[in-house]
T-cell receptor
Framework: AQSVTQPDIHITVSEGASLELRCNYS??????LFWYVQSPGQGLQLLLK??????LVQGIKGFEAEFKRSQSSFNLRKPSVHWSDAAEYFC???????????FGTGTRLQVTL | NAGVTQTPKFQVLKTGQSMTLQCAQD?????MYWYRQDPGMGLRLIYY???????DKGEVPNGYNVSRLNKREFSLRLESAAPSQTSVYFC????????????FGDGTRLSIL
């Protein structure tokens, strides 16, 4: 069965430090991959998406993600984290049917000042 | 732009009561989805509607029914609520086609006593 794995349940970083959130996917030679962010009490907002082409994709809020086919990974990065980045982050993969998504279990980011 | 609107935002039910969660989108999207979000489990698909007039089961459909009322509206019904259905419910929509990102509402927080 298709699965998306986010191995880190909770990460704490200091404001200004760099960030990398890990994601591994399991489906498709040419996957469609997404990162979403969820602030407390809110819905999910799209940060960025990968379809094909450049393996480094840029998103909103200064985030980027790198697709590595050899490692089945799509890790999210930010060079310098801001306190407002504290939220839960979800990686997702298009299942290839009716635009359904399979989500990882999420990584909660805490930012210390 | 309203995007995806869910009502109500909060609800408390007693076991055995019924309820309908409403969802409407104003983006002229073909496909709509209902998810539930539980701690540590990410988002799980309950039902989806790939296009107006069609509905299909997702990963966790038991205890739920849906109606695609028209292209804009997709409702989720709990016929006899159970405590296990306490969750946060999200509606999403997307344009048809592989790799299209989903757009999410702000959620309905449902507690069943």
């Amino acid at each position: 069965a298709q699965s998306v794995t986010q191995p880190d349940i909770h990460i704490t970083v200091s404001e200004g430090a760099s960030l990398e959130l890990r994601c591994n996917y399991s489906y498709g030679a040419t996957p469609y991959l997404f990162w979403y962010v969820q602030s407390p009490g809110q819905g999910l907002q799209l940060l960025l998406k990968y379809f094909s082409g450049d393996t480094l994709v840029q998103g909103i809020k200064g985030f980027e993600a790198e697709f590595k086919r050899s490692q089945s990974s799509f890790n999210l990065r930010k060079p310098s984290v801001h306190w407002s980045d504290a939220a839960e982050y979800f990686c997702a993969e298009d299942t290839g049917t009716a635009s359904k998504l399979t989500f990882g279990t999420g990584t909660r980011l805490q930012v210390t000042l | 732009n309203a995007g995806v609107t869910q009502t109500p935002k909060f609800q408390v039910l007693k076991t055995g009561q019924s309820m309908t969660l409403q969802c409407a989108q104003d983006m002229n999207h073909n496909s709509m989805y209902w998810y539930r979000q539980d701690p540590g489990m990410g988002l799980r698909l309950i039902y989806y509607s790939a296009s107006e007039g069609t509905t299909d089961k997702g990963e966790v459909p038991n205890g739920y029914n849906v109606s695609r009322l028209n292209k804009r509206e997709f409702s989720l019904r709990l016929e006899s609520a159970a405590p296990s259905q306490t969750s946060v419910y999200f509606c999403a929509s997307t344009e048809r086609g592989s790799g299209q990102p989903q757009h999410f509402g702000d959620g309905t927080r449902l507690s069943i006593l």
